[in-house]
């Protein structure tokens, strides 16, 4: 609950360059339906889409009663709506459920999209879909990693069509059948293939490396970083 960050008009939500602290040009321009005592009171984001709720009565220049989903490079409205109704309509949480398309929401309403929910409901959006990413792999040996938290750590689940899969990390080869963040490996593949694995970001990881003066294959974080990120301990 604010009204400024700074000298710079926001109501309740926000964007903040985290290098250097200043507010940046992004704003919803959310109204609200309580006044002063308005709130934003949860926030989930699914690839460049935002979703939000409170007690709000516009957001992005569209009408959405208690919950809404924002387009974050426009912060704009999309075309998401629930509809909800009540007097007054307060959403307080999100779940999203991007493996059915679905986001659930609980808080103080009677009604989405009119029909009866009593402050507990899921409604769709075609458009929700879990974050992936997608590797090219070359016919033959490949170094493969996993970049994401996926429900599944199983190597068949991740990676389905390896013919041959090994790891280095304890000093000789196994073949593992679960495998980790953080850890590379190598892939044998019979034929070039596109291999996607989904779930939620992985921003930092560790991994416990014995010594012996050994090559260890490092795996990858869902986004590059700056080699000079990579640090030991001790």
Do not use: K
């Amino acid at each position: 609950n604010f009204a400024a960050i700074g000298t710079t008009p926001r109501t309740n939500l926000a964007a903040i360059d985290a290098v250097t602290g200043a507010v940046t040009d992004w704003n919803p321009a959310i109204t609200y339906t309580l006044g002063y005592y308005s709130n934003v009171y949860d926030i989930q984001i699914a690839g460049s889409t935002m979703y939000l709720c409170g007690d709000i009565a516009t957001v992005g220049g569209g009408s959405r009663l208690g919950v809404a989903a924002v387009d974050i490079p426009t912060a704009t409205a999309t075309s998401w709506n629930p509809n909800a109704a009540s007097s007054p309509v307060v959403v307080s949480s999100l779940l999203l459920d991007a493996a059915n398309q679905t986001v659930f929401m609980g808080g103080h309403f009677s009604n989405m999209s009119d029909d009866p929910a009593s402050n507990l409901a899921g409604y769709g959006d075609p458009t929700l879909t879990a974050p992936s990413t997608t590797t090219s792999l070359s016919s033959g040996w490949n170094l493969v990693s996993v970049p994401r938290v996926p429900s599944s750590f199983a190597r068949t689940a991740l990676f389905p069509t390896a013919v041959d899969f090994f790891s280095y990390l304890s000093g000789s080869y196994t073949t593992p059948t679960t495998l980790q963040n953080g850890e590379g490996y190598w892939g044998l593949y019979s034929a070039a293939t596109n291999n996607t694995i989904t779930g939620s970001s992985l921003g930092s990881t560790s991994l416990t490396i014995s010594t012996g003066g050994r090559w260890v294959i490092i795996g990858s974080l869902t986004a590059s970083i700056a080699a000079s990120a990579v640090t030991t301990s001790p």
